[in-house]
């Protein structure tokens, strides 16, 4: 799944800037730190979107296809802000085959985001997960920690209608 960049606006403040210029002028002398780098820099802003790896790529000296590279390949890193109620579907085995993947399609198509993706309001986003742990519960989604096994598209709105 290839990440995609933030719908949302970037809202970085000058405070969060200069915290990034500090952690990369701390950094800049080697290259090899851009993981680091990278790490901190999503701490600060709790994703990385293209304005962010455009800092980082400046700051350190290399190309912004580096950075971008770096953040699509790692599936620590988010392009996009992580929504007030952050929807993780499983997808594993157990969660597939009794129907997650109609879940996740109906959570997108409710939504109006794809994986990876937060609404323009910034209240929800959405993930898939590899295994929750929870197969015997099967099909399984959190609202960030809250778990709801058993799940069928028909109980989304229902599900969702708490977060409101």
Excluded: W
């Excluded at 742990?133 to 809250?146: K, S």
Aim: charged share 25%; proline share 4%.
């Amino acid at each position: 799944m290839k990440k995609k960049p933030s719908r949302v606006p970037f809202k970085g403040t000058e405070e969060q800037a200069a915290r990034l210029r500090q952690v990369i002028d701390e950094n800049k002398h080697d290259s090899s730190n851009l993981m680091v780098v990278m790490q901190k820099a999503q701490d600060i802003y709790g994703y990385i979107p293209y304005e962010v790896q455009q800092m980082i790529a400046d700051g350190m000296g290399v190309p912004f296809e580096k950075v971008y590279g770096v953040a699509t390949f790692y599936a620590q890193f988010a392009l996009s802000p992580k929504g007030k109620y952050n929807i993780s579907v499983c997808l594993g085995t157990a969660c597939y085959v009794k129907g997650a993947g109609e879940i996740f399609q109906a959570l997108q198509d409710k939504l109006g985001i794809g994986p990876d993706e937060c609404t323009a309001d910034e209240k929800f986003s959405l993930q898939a997960a590899r295994c929750v742990g929870a197969c015997g519960l099967a099909p399984v989604f959190l609202v960030n920690d809250d778990v709801y096994g058993r799940a069928t598209v028909d109980d989304i709105d229902k599900i969702l209608a708490k977060y409101n």
